[in-house]
């Protein structure tokens, strides 16, 4: 029993591991986000802006997957953020997704292997996404 109490007393006085704040911030997109014109690829990067400041931040398309027949929605996977501006650090996942078309397949059944699925589409200052900032 003393050992138990004597380990206990002897962790409160040693300091413990220092871990990294994080903090979660809104990012909404610089510009407007589409896949319809197939400007973007895997490699391209994309601004966004922290909602309530004028600070910029870089994200990086990781993944670009295209829409396609029998419904499949075209994707986004934006990750490695970056400010543009200063020394800070950021983590986490924008993941965009295209709308499924399910109402036009439940009506077409039998044609659903024709309908193409949605494009992506992200709006400033209307979509808003969470990330980390690591302090």
Not at 65 to 81: H, P, R, V, Y
Not at 103 to 120: C, N, Q, S
């Amino acid at each position: 029993m003393k050992k138990l109490v004597l380990t206990f007393l002897l962790s409160l006085l040693t300091p413990g591991p220092a871990f990294a704040e994080r903090t979660l911030i809104d990012i909404t997109p610089l510009h407007k986000i589409s896949t319809s014109q197939d400007e973007f690829l895997e490699g391209d990067y994309v601004d966004f802006k922290i909602v309530g400041t004028d600070k910029l931040i870089r994200g990086l398309i990781v993944k670009y997957q295209e829409n396609g027949m029998a419904g499949k929605e075209a994707q986004l996977t934006i990750e490695n953020f970056r400010a543009l501006n200063s020394d800070e650090k950021y983590s986490g996942t924008v993941f965009l997704r295209g709308n499924l078309h399910d109402g036009a397949m439940f009506f077409f059944t039998d044609l659903a292997d024709f309908v193409r699925g949605g494009e992506v589409k992200a709006l400033p200052d209307k979509d808003v996404f969470s990330i980390w900032r690591e302090e």
